[in-house]
């Protein structure tokens, strides 16, 4: 099974039944006798780690056989850590040893610029060589390299690094966010969203999938943002994001 690299999932949909769906097609995704998950997300934005904490944390409870480890940064590596105690000891107990949240960063003076440790780190995963966490001094080395990577779609230098680095490596796109948001950023003109029109059928589909696999370049977002700021006034929206 090939994972689509643009996979959004918002935080309202994400019912018991559908994260098990979810968790299953993640697993499928990658290596039948090893299962090493990569997961990075936005570098300051708590709302971005909060809930793939949880989806982490139930990948691990469903699947003894899959390890995570988490590229996280200084400033939310505590935030993590507290979640993760929010499981309680027994809980947390089954999962810890497969678990390795990493802060690649140090602190982080310029807000706009990719974490450093980024790259490097990632190199030195997918080789089996030593990643050491900035916050804590420890070490992991020797792990498999990752057979899936989830990364926030907002991290765009990460998408690029795991393409460059592991091409083989299928990309789910982790987007949390209130449905109405989702849909009006991504959703079909019908839903009251602004995406391109041309999503909406299937030779438009194929051949915006024929422009990301050829690693083009797409002007998405600034088109988006056009029509989004057109549709607003005084700060409402001058349609409503969904329709009946």
Same mark, same amino acid.
């Given at each position: 099974?090939?994972?689509?690299?643009?996979?959004?999932?918002?935080?309202?949909?994400?019912?018991?039944?559908?994260?098990?769906?979810?968790?299953?097609?993640?697993?499928?995704?990658?290596?039948?006798?090893?299962?090493?998950?990569?997961?990075?997300?936005?570098?300051?934005?708590?709302?971005?780690?909060?809930?793939?904490?949880?989806?982490?944390?139930?990948?691990?409870?469903?699947?003894?056989?899959?390890?995570?480890?988490?590229?996280?940064?200084?400033?939310?590596?505590?935030?993590?850590?507290?979640?993760?105690?929010?499981?309680?000891?027994?809980?947390?107990?089954?999962?810890?040893?497969?678990?390795?949240?990493?802060?690649?960063?140090?602190?982080?003076?310029?807000?706009?610029? +990719? !974490?450093?440790?980024?790259?490097?780190?990632?190199?030195? *995963? =997918?080789?089996? %060589?030593? /990643?050491?966490?900035? $916050?804590?001094?420890?070490?992991?080395?020797?792990?498999? +390299? !990752?057979?899936?990577?989830?990364?926030?779609?907002?991290? *765009? =230098?990460?998408? %690029?690094? /795991?393409?460059?680095? $592991?091409?083989?490596?299928?990309?789910?796109?982790?987007?949390?966010?209130?449905?109405?948001?989702?849909?009006?950023?991504?959703?079909?003109?019908?839903?009251?969203?602004?995406?391109?029109?041309?999503?909406?059928?299937?030779?438009?589909?194929?051949?915006?999938?024929?422009?990301?696999?050829?690693?083009?370049?797409?002007?998405?977002?600034?088109?988006?943002?056009?029509?989004?700021?057109?549709?607003?006034?005084?700060?409402?929206?001058?349609?409503?994001?969904?329709?009946?």
């Amino acid at each position: 099974m090939i994972v689509p690299s643009h996979w959004w999932l918002s935080e309202t949909f994400l019912t018991h039944r559908t994260s098990q769906k979810v968790i299953s097609c993640v697993m499928e995704a990658t290596l039948t006798n090893h299962k090493h998950i990569f997961v990075h997300a936005h570098a300051f934005a708590w709302g971005h780690h909060k809930p793939l904490v949880a989806f982490v944390s139930r990948i691990l409870e469903s699947r003894p056989e899959a390890i995570v480890t988490y590229f996280a940064t200084t400033p939310v590596f505590s935030n993590i850590q507290n979640e993760l105690a929010r499981l309680g000891s027994a809980k947390y107990e089954i999962i810890k040893s497969r678990l390795n949240v990493i802060d690649i960063s140090g602190p982080i003076t310029d807000i706009q610029a +990719p !974490p450093q440790g980024f790259v490097p780190g990632y190199v030195a *995963l =997918y080789k089996s %060589e030593a /990643v050491t966490c900035l $916050s804590t001094g420890e070490t992991i080395s020797g792990l498999s +390299p !990752p057979t899936l990577a989830i990364i926030d779609p907002f991290c *765009l =230098y990460a998408v %690029e690094t /795991v393409r460059e680095v $592991s091409k083989e490596v299928p990309i789910l796109s982790w987007w949390t966010a209130p449905a109405g948001a989702g849909l009006r950023l991504l959703g079909p003109q019908s839903l009251g969203g602004i995406s391109d029109p041309s999503l909406e059928t299937p030779e438009g589909r194929a051949a915006m999938k024929a422009k990301i696999l050829a690693g083009e370049r797409i002007e998405y977002w600034t088109i988006s943002l056009a029509r989004l700021l057109s549709s607003t006034m005084n700060g409402a929206l001058s349609r409503p994001c969904f329709r009946s």
